[in-house]
T-cell receptor, first 112, second 113 residues
Framework: GQQLNQSPQSMFIQEGEDVSMNCTSS?????WLWYKQDPGEGPVLLIA?????ELTSNGRLTAQFGITRKDSFLNISASIPSDVGIYFC????????????FGEGTQLTVNP | DAGVIQSPRHEVTEMGQEVTLRCKPI?????LFWYRQTMMRGLELLIY????????DSGMPEDRFSAKMPNASFSTLKIQPSEPRDSAVYFC???????????FGPGTRLLVL
């Protein structure tokens, strides 16, 4: 099946540092979504991207829909301890209807 | 506003027993998704409904799994008989048809002994 390659798998950073993670695929996507999952909870939508080249911010978070439509990145600026969690990218293929393809996740640890 | 509601939050059962997981989507949403999450396989889509009709059940692992959506505000995922390898976190998500932003519930943590 279709795959999203999400990297890095894990990150260990100091509070205040900026973070960048990305997802790539060999397939073109119509929509890119970024979710965060806290321990014991469901994924929570952070940012949704609908057009190639789109750059969207949500507070300290910024995400972009790649020009080729095959990739997306998420940046977190000035990280804080509550940023800890697993971040997932998800994409919607043109032929997949409402089905989303999820990346494997990036585990973020922020040291105070 | 209430988000997606799932029950129970935790379920421990013995192999061979029937398990029923329940989901109430966000009011007004007409697409509903059931996912399973494990360390080994990540998030897997099991089945999704649009306007209460199953659209894609290709992710349902086998005949022991069944899902229903009798109305717009309620869905069930049933496992009968359950097996230890079914232990996972099961999520329900909902969206407005045509909008790809899915909103997840808190999940049901299932442990089959």
């Amino acid at each position: 099946g279709q795959q999203l390659n999400q990297s890095p798998q894990s990150m260990f950073i100091q509070e205040g540092e900026d973070v960048s993670m990305n997802c790539t695929s060999s397939s073109i996507f119509n929509t890119w979504l970024w979710y965060k999952q806290d321990p014991g909870e469901g994924p929570v939508l952070l940012i949704a991207l609908y057009k190639a080249g789109e750059l969207t911010s949500n507070g300290r978070l910024t995400a972009q829909f790649g020009i080729t439509r095959k990739d997306s990145f998420l940046n977190i600026s000035a990280s804080i301890p509550s940023d800890v969690g697993i971040y997932f990218c998800a994409g919607q293929l043109p032929t997949s209807g409402s089905r989303l393809t999820f990346g494997e996740g990036t585990q973020l640890t922020v040291n105070p | 506003d209430a988000g997606v509601i799932q029950s129970p939050r935790h379920e421990v059962t013995e192999m061979g027993q029937e398990v029923t997981l329940r989901c109430k989507p966000i009011s007004g949403h007409n697409s509903l998704f059931w996912y399973r999450q494990t360390m080994m396989r990540g998030l897997e889509l099991l089945i999704y409904f649009n306007n209460n009709v199953p659209i894609d059940d290709s992710g349902m692992p086998e005949d022991r799994f069944s899902a229903k959506m009798p109305n717009a505000s309620f869905s069930t995922l049933k496992i009968q008989p359950s097996e230890p390898r079914d232990s996972a976190v099961y999520f329900c998500a909902s969206s407005l048809s045509g909008m790809e932003t899915q909103y997840f519930g808190p999940g049901t943590r299932l442990l089959v002994l």
